[in-house]
Every structure is written in C-alpha cells, then in structure tokens.
C-alpha cells in the first residue's frame, strides 16, 4: 500500500477519540432468541428496538441515550412515563416483539447492536446503526469485503474499469459490497453475481423497497443468496439522507472502499469520508484522483492510494488484508 504510515494511525486516532465516548456493548451481546419457558425475546434486544421505532428519535440520538443510560431497557423507560392505565414501557416492548415477527414472516431479520449476528465490523465505528435490517446469510468472510462505488452515469471506460476490478476480485473469492444505485454500482454487484461471487448489497432504503425499480431483480437475488442490508425501516423509502447514512454503513462493514469514477459534489464522496473517519482504506483511479479536489486532498493525506490496473488493484487489497491482519489497532475485527 502507498499509505503513510502517520496518514494511517492519524486516523486510527481519530476514531479512537470518538470511540472513548460512546456506549460499548458487551463482548457476549444477547441474541434474538425466545426464551424457551416465557417465550418473549430478552428486554434488551427489544427495547433497543424500539427505541428504533421511538417517534422523532435518530441514530445519533440512540446512540447518545446509550452513552448517558447504557442500557435500551433504561433509555427507553426514560422516554415513557406512567400511563394511568398500563405500563407504556411495556406495551413499546411488546409492540415492538410483534413488528419483529412480522418481519420474519417476510424474511426479513432484525439484529441490533446486541444481537448475535450484528455485524461485528460496525462495532468498531462510532456511528454504528443500533439496528439493521438484513435478508440472506451471513458469512465468516464478510469482514474482508471490498465495496465498489462511484457514479451513476459512468463513463464506458469507467463501466469497463469496475468490471475488470470487479472480475478479479471475484475470482479471488474477495466479497463484493454496493449499494444497489444505478452505474458503477449495478455493473459491480452483477459482475460479481456473474462469477459466483460473495454479493452483498446496502440499500438505502426499507428491505420491502426497492431502488432504483430496475434493479429489483438484482436485489432479489442478492437477498436470496448472498446478504442485503438496511438500516431502515423495512417499508422506508428513499430520502436525501437516506443514502449518504447507507455509505456510513457500507463503509463500516467494507474492509476498504474503491472508488472508480465520481464527480467534485458527488455522494460518493459521503462514503469516502466515513471511510477515512473509520480507518478504512481508500483505494480511487487515477480519474477521480486528477478530477476532484477532495480526491486528491485524500491521497495527499496519506488516507488513499491510486489504481492503475484491475491486478494492481488486487495486489493492494491483499496488502490491506495483510495489514489489517497484523495490526492490532486495525478496526476490523478479524
């Protein structure tokens, strides 16, 4: 890798920083799983859920009520005073175990930041989501996955740049992570499909949504076979913030991010920055390097290095992978 060494721990530090004031779950989070004698699933999964559910409450807010409370349970038993008839508390939780079934009766699994197969990568990030939606598996690989983005209207040498990077990581066997838009997105989730590779896909949109439409077949399968994830309410529909907040979780849950073809103001530069925030690696092309300024700022910090071929590509990703491996204030948990 071309980073340097004080790009690479500057950042480390910074996440470090945000990490020393927020909520750590414990190393043993409970999972969703009911109890086999009272058949309702643990408080704190639940409450954590619902507080999810909690009209006007954001990530950031969650996140926040963790830190002052540490547990959903008392968060969410601040946020609900008595009733004069019933325990509100109470009905949020149970209100909040039955959308749970419901879900599952679409497919759809919740895990929150305690469940057992909350991805244990986003842990590590200081604006983890407190829920996530996901359809499919989860793999023991997942923490080495690369995400693959850029524009949405991609040059034909960019189109063919994502294919060539998308192919060989494929043929390494190295999951492939998008977020399902239009462009370099749609031609490296495909390319991947096409060679039988790990798909995962981030959408920034309810899991029961699909965007863009033309992509549902797409989405479909990865749900089916691979894994597909949201941060969302399943019936949640895109919005303006939406998608930058997916690249936040596409981020955390990548290894490292490759960026093929963006323009000065485009969205992908949302992911690069939470990338930088979380100490993950950036990789751009040459193009995104000469044609924006914030791509250059990247490379010049020491927090990127440049592209020049779909073999140089692989040979820096499995640099990273070896970093990641020997460093033990790396973020991924290996």
């Given at each position: 890798m071309n980073h340097s060494t004080r790009g690479y721990h500057q950042v480390m530090t910074t996440e470090a920083a945000h990490n020393t004031e927020r909520f750590t779950p414990s190393q043993s989070p409970v999972p969703f799983v009911r109890d086999e004698y009272t058949g309702l699933i643990p408080d704190e999964n639940v409450a954590l859920f619902a507080l999810s559910e909690y009209h006007g409450l954001?990530?950031?807010?969650?996140?926040?009520?963790?830190?002052?409370?540490?547990?959903?349970?008392?968060?969410?038993?601040?946020?609900?005073?008595?009733?004069?008839?019933?325990?509100?508390?109470?009905?949020?939780?149970?209100?909040?175990?039955?959308?749970?079934?419901?879900?599952?009766?679409y497919g759809i699994h919740v895990d929150t930041l305690f469940g057992d197969q909350y991805p244990p990568q986003l842990r590590g990030i200081h604006d983890y989501p407190p829920v996530i939606y996901w359809?499919?598996?989860?793999?023991?690989?997942?923490?080495?996955?690369?995400?693959?983005?850029?524009?949405r209207t991609p040059s034909p040498t960019a189109q063919g740049v994502a294919r060539d990077i998308a192919t060989i990581l494929a043929q390494n066997k190295i999951p492939i992570v998008s977020g399902l838009a239009r462009g370099i997105d749609t031609i490296a989730?495909?390319?991947?499909?096409?060679?039988?590779?790990?798909?995962?896909?981030?959408?920034?949109?309810?899991?029961?949504?699909?965007?863009?439409?033309?992509?549902?077949?797409?989405?479909?399968?990865?749900?089916?076979?691979?894994?597909?994830?949201?941060?969302?309410?399943?019936?949640?529909?895109?919005?303006?913030?939406?998608?930058?907040?997916?690249?936040?979780?596409?981020?955390?849950?990548?290894?490292?991010?490759?960026?093929?073809?963006?323009?000065?103001?485009?969205?992908?530069?949302?992911?690069?920055?939470?990338?930088?925030?979380?100490?993950?690696?950036?990789?751009i092309t040459r193009t995104v390097h000469d044609t924006t300024t914030?791509?250059?700022?990247?490379?010049?910090?020491?927090?990127?290095?440049?592209?020049?071929?779909?073999?140089?590509?692989?040979?820096?990703?499995?640099?990273?992978?070896?970093?990641?491996?020997d460093d033990s204030s790396a973020l991924i948990t290996i």
């Amino acid at each position: 890798m071309n980073h340097s060494t004080r790009g690479y721990h500057q950042v480390m530090t910074t996440e470090a920083a945000h990490n020393t004031e927020r909520f750590t779950p414990s190393q043993s989070p409970v999972p969703f799983v009911r109890d086999e004698y009272t058949g309702l699933i643990p408080d704190e999964n639940v409450a954590l859920f619902a507080l999810s559910e909690y009209h006007g409450l954001t990530p950031g807010k969650i996140r926040d009520l963790l830190i002052e409370h540490e547990l959903p349970s008392v968060a969410l038993r601040s946020l609900t005073p008595p009733a004069l008839f019933g325990d509100t508390h109470e009905q949020e939780l149970k209100q909040a175990a039955y959308y749970v079934d419901n879900l599952l009766g679409y497919g759809i699994h919740v895990d929150t930041l305690f469940g057992d197969q909350y991805p244990p990568q986003l842990r590590g990030i200081h604006d983890y989501p407190p829920v996530i939606y996901w359809q499919g598996h989860h793999q023991q690989g997942d923490h080495q996955s690369v995400a693959i983005i850029g524009t949405r209207t991609p040059s034909p040498t960019a189109q063919g740049v994502a294919r060539d990077i998308a192919t060989i990581l494929a043929q390494n066997k190295i999951p492939i992570v998008s977020g399902l838009a239009r462009g370099i997105d749609t031609i490296a989730q495909q390319t991947s499909l096409d060679h039988g590779n790990r798909t995962i896909g981030v959408i920034g949109t309810g899991l029961r949504k699909c965007y863009p439409p033309e992509n549902a077949d797409l989405q479909q399968i990865i749900a089916h076979d691979h894994l597909l994830m949201s941060q969302f309410r399943a019936s949640a529909p895109p919005t303006k913030t939406s998608f930058p907040m997916r690249n936040v979780v596409m981020s955390g849950f990548s290894a490292l991010s490759i960026i093929i073809e963006a323009g000065e103001h485009s969205g992908t530069r949302a992911q690069a920055r939470a990338a930088s925030n979380h100490g993950r690696y950036i990789l751009i092309t040459r193009t995104v390097h000469d044609t924006t300024t914030w791509g250059r700022a990247l490379v010049a910090r020491g927090l990127a290095s440049i592209i020049t071929s779909a073999q140089d590509t692989l040979r820096q990703v499995q640099d990273a992978f070896t970093m990641y491996t020997d460093d033990s204030s790396a973020l991924i948990t290996i």
